[in-house]
């Protein structure tokens, strides 16, 4: 079955930098996208981006532009989502997500979702 | 960027009501548009894709409806499981998420 694993919990300070991985498992990595989605405590969730592991192409959510990069590791079946110069704001639940349509087809929705990973920005 | 309005932003009902949230598009979105289901420290699950197509495993009282700017979810037949806050998701340009409705016990 299709299985998202996420990174471990990290606390940051403000002005540094986090990585979270997603390792994919349960199906052929190169087929499907990978998004990342956050939630932070009590409000909505905010789509970041994604990255096509195929290829490595990537487009970014102008709210993230300059700060957030996807990357991935074919031979790992991993995609990685860092975001850079953190503030408190950024203290969220990141997910990696895959829609249920291949790549290249509309995006119709994420049927799969990592664990999520608890980025708490703090001083 | 699309902006997502939802509507209402929560409500209460008792179980075996009927449920209608609404969500509206800035813009045309042309059926891209899914609904998701979260539970209070779970990851959202999946109800509605392209406006109105069931996914898999989903129980039929969920059905979704709309086009262009305009979408409906509604739950026909309310259960206790069905208490959570329900997000609508556009994917015709980029991807945006609207604000949520809870729904909670009357």
């Known amino acids: 079955q299709v299985q998202l694993v996420q990174s471990g919990a990290e606390v940051k300070k403000p002005g540094a930098s986090v990585m979270v991985s997603c390792k994919a498992s349960g199906y052929t990595f190169t087929d499907y996208t990978i998004h990342w989605v956050r939630q932070a405590p009590g409000q909505s969730l905010e789509w970041m981006g994604w990255i096509i592991p195929a290829n490595g192409n990537t487009k970014y959510s102008q709210n993230f532009q300059g700060r957030v990069t996807i990357t991935r590791d074919t031979s790992a079946t991993t995609a990685y989502m860092e975001l850079s110069s953190l503030r408190s704001e950024d203290t969220a639940v990141y997910y990696c997500a895959r829609p249920r349509s291949i790549a290249g087809r509309p995006n119709e929705g994420f049927d799969s979702w990592g664990q999520g990973t608890l980025v708490t920005v703090s001083s | 960027d699309i902006q997502m309005i939802q509507s209402p932003s929560s409500l209460s009902a008792s179980v075996g009501d009927r449920v209608t949230i609404t969500c509206r598009a800035s813009?045309?979105?042309?059926?891209?548009l899914n609904w998701y289901q979260q539970k209070p420290g779970k990851v959202p699950n999946l109800l509605i894709y392209s406006a109105s197509s069931l996914q898999g495993g989903v129980p039929s009282r969920f059905s979704g409806s709309g086009s262009g700017t305009d979408f409906t979810l509604t739950i026909s037949s309310l259960q206790p499981e069905d208490f959570a806050t329900y997000y609508c998701q556009q994917t015709n340009t980029g991807d945006t998420f609207g604000p949520g409705t809870k729904v909670d016990i009357k």
């Open positions: 813009q045309s979105i042309n059926r891209n």
